[in-house]
């Protein structure tokens, strides 16, 4: 299948769209999401998408003009879900900048299982420019790097380097790609220790490694002073 990207048609949530036009465009995404999610873009079809909707193909191309770009509109509502939990959590006030990183994390891991199969279909597309994942990869990291330097620089702190924040956002995403796909519910501590450890190491100070260990609360929120952790 021949990748197209769109010209917008279709893409978000439509300003005031409700009733049973909204409804109908819902059930479209919904059945994309599904056989997406199952066979990843270059096995998607039109033909699977009516089946999964129960609709005829002239009522798919009245809401998407392509596959690719009713797949785009399910990836664009994935990573918009995400940015608005960084949003939220980062309009908390916060003792501090390290204060932030428990909830985050832990948003974070949920999040991602919480989307199921969607997941596994987004990790295999990270770097595949004939989708719809790969082609709004770096604006979509690009916005929650700027979301974690305005929380930084709001904690009173000078803005990040660039590169310390884009080599976190990328591990994260791995780790956290990981762990939707691989990892037990019960392993997240083992997560959250890795993510906790690679952000302090890249963002934080040395103060905020001495507060987080001796701080009960935050050091067993991020998995610290696990089994092995002897530092």
Known sequence: MAAKQSGGKGRGRPPGSTGPKMHMRMRI??????VYSERGLHNTTVELILESAGVSRPTFYKYFSSVWEAIEAVVMRCNEELEVLF??????????????????????????????????ARFRELHDLTSPVGVHRTEHNERISNL????????GRTAPDRVALNALVNCVEYLGYQFCNGARQEEMPVYLRAMGRVSLALLGSEADWQNIKSDPVLSSALGFGAPGDTD
């Open 29 to 34: 995404l919904n059945a994309t999401r599904e």
């Open 87 to 120: 949003t939220e959590v980062f309009s908390i006030q916060r003792e501090s900048a390290i204060h932030y990183l428990p909830t985050v994390l832990v948003g974070y891991l949920n999040w991602g299982r919480s989307q199921g199969k969607l997941m596994e």
């Open 148 to 155: 974690l330097s305005d929380m930084l620089v709001a904690d």
